[in-house]
């Protein structure tokens, strides 16, 4: 059976033409030309994903997707945000709304089928784990009390670690922190990174070689975070942040995201040879700046994410959107905490977009 897909828009024209491509790659399409429509059809046609405009009269899509997460039935319905806005600038507001990704006007079709396949594979993995849950309950009422305790403590735990860092989740359950998710002061090093050449790669390649693409990049870069310890923030297209020092301390932040940063720069470069022969021409630019934070749990009940929210990660992103493709540019603050023991270079002031002064930049010497 086809997946269902609510397309709310209050433009007519916009809601069709998104229904007419999703119809034509398979998916059965629903419209709605206002929230409380939408919300109303949600109830009656269970769609698997939410395409939502932003910019509405009356309820405004942050509206709406705040009602869906409302309803605990509706915790993982994924919600895609369609946006005119900056997306960078209205993000947050999203989040906290309890969007799961943003797509901007005007929609690249690569792009929108993309996502939207991606997202509803994970709504299938999702709902796989509910069923197969639901019969490992059954089957656990029969046992004996104790193999139940510990059936449903590695069921917690496999839980956890499916949505938070092996370092965050062990921190949970076992005890080693005193509340990881709440609220709190941290000086972290934060590593962002993204691929060049994306963007145009999404609106000409077909939507199989475009998760191709990113299985690949994730597989690889997610082997280096465990590798190097550090705490996973987000995985957003070809935008990955990461942080090291929360919420398990260790005492060399800086050094050890530098040479994460390096051997996923080294991993990049051998993938991109291959995509090379596949005529895609993808690099990766990286940022890292290091400076205090709030870190802690963002969301809501039935979505939790462990987030960092602070100028450390802003200027990581800046650094990181000014990087050439396989160059790392780095803080100054950074800079001074790996100085000699990684090579580099003074990179010169940059004008960064949010900060009011040049900021000093330095690039590590890769290969």
Known sequence: MS?????????PLNAKLLADLLGAKGYRSVTAA???????????????????????????GYEVCAAIRADPA?????????????????????LEAGADDFL?????????????????????????????????????????????????????????????????????VNGGAEDPLKSHRC????????????????????????????????AAMGRRILEFEGTLERFTGDGIM????????????????????LAMQGDVALLAERWRKRGHELQMGVGIAQGFATLGGIGFPGRIDYGAIGTVTNLAARLCGEAQGGEVLVSQRAWGAIEGIVEGEAAGALVLKGFARPVQAFRLRCG
């Open 3 to 11: 997946a269902t897909i609510l397309v709310v828009d209050d433009t």
């Open 34 to 60: 206002s929230g409380p429509e939408a919300l109303r059809k949600l109830a009656d046609e269970k769609p698997d994903l939410v395409l939502l405009d932003v910019m509405m009269p009356g309820m405004s």
């Open 74 to 94: 509706h915790a993982m319905l994924p919600v895609v945000l369609v946006t005119a806005l900056d997306p960078a600038a209205e993000r947050v507001k999203g």
């Open 104 to 172: 901007s006007k005007p929609v690249a079709q690569a792009e929108l089928l993309a996502r939207v396949k991606s997202l509803l594979r994970i709504k299938q993995l999702y709902d796989e784990v509910e069923r197969q849950r639901s019969t490992l309950a059954e089957w656990n009422r029969t046992l004996e009390q104790r193999v139940q305790e510990g059936v449903q403590e590695l069921e917690r735990v496999g839980r956890l670690r499916r949505f938070f860092s092996p370092q965050l989740a062990e921190a949970i």
């Open 187 to 218: 000086e972290i090093t934060v590593v962002f990174l993204d691929l060049r050449g994306f963007t145009a790669f999404t609106e000409t390649a077909d939507p199989e070689e475009v998760m191709a693409v990113l299985a690949d990049y994730h």
């Open 242 to 261: 990461v942080f090291f020092n929360d919420p398990t301390p260790i005492p060399d932040p800086a050094p050890r995201a530098a040479r994460m940063a």
